[in-house]
Nanobody, 120 residues
């Protein structure tokens, strides 16, 4: 009932920047937290950053000071600005959103993933 569509991935050189976007659509009543996760080959999916409906944020230590998560509640969209990218940031990035659909049922949805490759 709730779909998430990501965009903005790609190939970038070390030290470069990318901005990811994720738009939620469907029978949404409200969205609680929205977050970005990533999964590198052979590794488990890990939380990168999360933002509450009120704008409180939390980041994994390895991206603090380099990545910024933000959201536009009017557009049900979450962003991830990634600066000073490193090769170890290479992964498929997924967005996640949880909340309520119209009618009161809770949802938790994942995007399809977008590849970020940091390489010279």
């Amino acid at each position: 009932q709730v779909q998430l569509v990501e965009s903005g991935g790609g190939l970038v050189q070390p030290g470069g920047s990318l901005r990811l976007s994720c738009a939620a659509s469907g029978s949404i009543f409200s969205i609680y937290a929205m977050g970005w996760y990533r999964q590198a080959p052979g590794k488990q999916r890990e939380l990168v950053a999360i933002i509450s409906s009120g704008g409180n944020t939390n980041y994994r230590d390895s991206v603090k000071g380099r990545f910024t998560i933000s959201r536009d509640n009017t557009k049900n969209t979450v962003y991830l600005q990634m600066n000073s990218l490193k090769p170890e940031d290479t992964a498929v990035y997924y967005c996640h959103a949880g909340g309520l659909v119209v009618g009161g049922t809770e949802f938790g949805s994942w995007g399809q993933g977008t590849q970020v490759t940091v390489s010279s």
